[in-house]
């Protein structure tokens, strides 16, 4: 696989007879499946080279390579003398080395964990919290990332034993996060709090009833009106999609999804192949609460999938969407999803109070309103819980709030 990227045979043989020269043809390969460029390959194959020469000037070889490796090797590049060595940007060099051990590790060559884990907070009581999470209450992956933070900043801030811990202590935590963050932050950090107050009550580590004493952030439900876009301003975001490149398509699509069918992000970025049924045109969505809920797929959000679909780069994800450089992989979350469209706002010139895909969703929402849908029909599209959630949308329905109007008691 060597020749696709190199000419020179000379090259290849210095690369294949390096210490990383067992696993080059292999990494190359790998390389291009997941669809990276032909020039990015090249630095990343040579950067895979130099880290293990590197490994070999330390004393090692190319089975000690871990990520403390990784991080000498970086600071050594700023001085490197190698000989064969590119003269490549540092973070590509490093990005390629990085890469190269991934492969390593992923072909069990390599016996060291995900380097996402060496980030994550190692804490036993943390890891004990999330399995009990996962165990005993059955939440998602996605709950149990929240409730393990706001565990961890707990811990960072007031220590890691959990019989210091008081009613005082606790306050004063959870008011200097409300002061630094919004409404939505804190209310996911007060709920992640509480349960990991209950949680170290169960295990005996600290006193009882201390998750009474986290107190609630003052917020009036529903006290706003939906911050939705006028109409015109949702064709100028789609205008703003380069329809000529494989990501104005998806990018396309994905607006199309929360304009006219109002998904929430993490709907998109979970949306599969699968999902998609062509026969009766119809998508499977699975929201909150992995609750599933089918939805009409019209003509115009179809005929952007599809276009999509037919210059979608080569990937084994079952999920529609990809990254749009390699490797091409799904979106890591719904925020990613959203940030689609808050680039393309700033692309046609925007201007919001809120950008993103629930700019989108509430704009959906208001235009089916318009145009005469019962609020029950809006939440069956939308998958609220409650109609009250849906009755925030009656706010901007003006001809209704005409006919409901009362006059001023002092005017006749």
Not at 386 to 392: C, I, P, R
Request: charged share 25%; hydrophobic share 40%.
């Amino acid at each position: 696989m060597l020749e696709f990227y190199f000419e020179n045979p000379i090259t290849m043989e210095r690369l294949r007879e390096g210490p990383s020269g067992q696993f080059i043809d292999c990494f190359s390969g790998g390389l291009k499946t997941v669809g990276y460029s032909w020039w990015t390959a090249r630095v990343f194959l040579r950067a895979a080279d130099h880290i293990g020469r590197y490994a070999e000037s330390q004393g090692g070889d190319i089975y000690d390579l871990d990520w403390g490796t990784l991080t000498s090797f970086e600071a050594h590049l700023s001085t490197c003398s190698c000989p064969g060595s590119s003269r490549c940007k540092t973070v590509d060099v490093v990005r390629g080395a990085k890469h190269f051990i991934n492969h390593l590790r992923e072909n069990d060559i390599l016996k060291i964990p995900p380097v996402d884990d060496m980030k994550k907070i190692t804490s036993p009581v943390v890891l004990d919290f999330q399995y009990w999470l996962r165990a005993h209450r059955g939440l998602s992956e996605s709950t149990v990332g929240h409730y393990s933070q706001a565990a961890s900043q707990f811990l960072t801030d007031q220590g890691v034993d959990p019989s210091c811990y008081d009613a005082k202590t606790i306050r004063k935590f959870v008011l200097g996060r409300a002061q630094v963050q919004g409404y939505g932050a804190t209310k996911t950090l007060i709920t992640g709090l509480r349960t990991f107050m209950r949680y170290l009550a169960s295990q005996g580590m600290c006193r009882s009833g201390l998750d009474e004493a986290i107190p609630a952030v003052a917020h009036w439900r529903l006290a706003t009106i939906p911050r939705s876009l006028p109409i015109h301003d949702v064709e100028r975001i789609l205008d703003a999609c380069d329809t000529t490149s494989p990501m104005g398509l998806r990018d396309q699509a994905i607006i199309l999804l929360f304009a006219r069918l109002g998904l929430r992000a993490g709907d998109v970025a979970r949306l599969c192949l699968d999902d998609v049924d062509w026969k009766d045109g119809s998508i499977l969505v699975s929201g909150k609460s992995r609750r599933q809920a089918r939805l009409p797929l019209s003509q115009e959000v179809g005929d952007a999938i599809l276009k999509y679909l037919e210059h979608r780069p080569r990937s084994n994800a079952r999920e529609i969407f990809l990254r749009s450089v390699a490797p091409f992989r799904s979106f890591r979350s719904g925020g990613s999803a959203s940030q689609v469209v808050t680039r393309a706002m700033r692309r046609a010139d925007i201007s919001a109070t809120c950008y993103g895909a629930h700019a989108l969703r509430h704009t959906a929402a208001t235009e089916m309103l318009r145009q005469g849908m019962s609020l029950y029909e809006i939440g069956a599209v939308l998958r609220h819980h409650s109609v009250e959630m849906t009755a925030h949308y009656a706010k901007v329905d003006v001809g209704l709030l005409k006919q409901v109007v009362q006059p001023w008691p002092e005017v006749r």
